[in-house]
């Protein structure tokens, strides 16, 4: 199995590269479809985990292989755009979307249980890269971080 990652700056595309990414692609820069389906002998890629949505769901599309799914986990870059549906049919495609917002709190126990068992099982396999950590008073200094994009890793909120 190998990994993908399409990122938007020279900073972001060297800490993937640091952690083990096989390829990594700016899509500011080259038209990640071309590089996908070069770096995949134009066969494109099985999953795609989509956190921009709008904009890119095109192209992630035409980057999917046969019977490969996108999996939308949010909309950073806008949740509306026109999109060309008949590769859904010619390629058998997939898209499904994940989200804790509608969830039940059940749901959402359920999941973070789930989650956690997982985590504890491959213990010192996943790393995860913390970025910034923020007092809860300055969440509004987080979500800025956040929408500029600027951050590599994770953005914290500690109460």
């Known amino acids: 199995m190998s990994f993908i990652w399409i990122l938007g ?69 806008g949740a509306v755009t026109q999109v060309n549906l008949s590769c859904l049919l010619a390629k058998r495609l997939t898209i499904q979307s994940a989200g804790l917002r509608n969830r039940s709190s059940e749901n959402k126990a359920q999941i973070v249980s789930g989650g956690e068992a997982r985590l504890a099982s491959a213990a010192g396999k996943v790393k995860p890269i913390v970025c910034e950590t923020f007092p809860l008073s300055e969440a509004a200094d987080a979500h800025r971080m956040m929408e500029s994009s600027a951050q590599i890793g994770k953005i914290l909120l500690i109460p």
């Open 9 to 77: 700056t020279e900073e972001k595309l060297a800490a993937c590269k640091n952690l083990g990414a096989d390829v990594c692609i700016n899509y500011k820069s080259e038209d990640f479809v071309a590089r996908v389906m070069e770096e995949t002998g134009g066969k494109g890629v099985d999953v795609i985990l989509d956190n921009v949505g709008g904009p890119y769901l095109q192209k992630n599309l035409e980057s999917l292989a046969i019977d490969g799914r996108l999996f939308i986990i949010g909309f950073m870059g």
